[in-house]
């Protein structure tokens, strides 16, 4: 599949805004309700385990800090359907990941909206704000 024909196609379809920035990177901001909107990053990379091309889609949610209870984070993201918390580059992010090779469409529309769904929803939480 290619993710990021798809994921431009699928910004349209919900009214989103599409940017691609090179062949492996390009970024969709997913409107979501209350009039909010999150931004989910698309790329392509090489697994480190497998070698296989894979999609992965993350979107932050707010600057690390010592305040986070990331035993809680752990325990509420076993809930999640395809994402994970991730502490990358001082930043707590929201992730999900499949490989490129025999991805659904259907499912790729589904981790899309958790991981900004879900990004949303702990940055509000986190940061009482709408940052990202």
Do not use: W
Not at 73 to 97: P, Q, T
């Amino acid at each position: 599949m290619n993710i990021s024909a798809f994921a431009k196609q699928y910004a349209a379809q919900i009214d989103g805004q599409f940017t691609e920035y090179d062949h492996s990177k390009s970024i969709i901001v997913v409107p979501l309700s209350d009039g909010r909107f999150q931004t989910v990053i698309l790329s392509t990379e090489n697994s480190k385990r497998s070698g296989k091309q894979r999609a992965v889609l993350s979107s932050k949610v707010c600057e690390y800090n010592t305040s986070i209870d990331f035993k809680s984070l752990l325990e509420k993201s076993a809930a999640f359907d395809y994402s994970k918390f991730i502490l990358e580059e001082g930043f707590l992010k929201l992730e999900a990941s499949c490989p490129t090779d025999g991805a659904v469409e259907d499912e790729v529309r589904h981790m899309i909206q958790e991981v900004a769904i879900q990004a949303d929803a702990y940055e509000l939480k986190l940061t009482g704000k709408d940052i990202n």
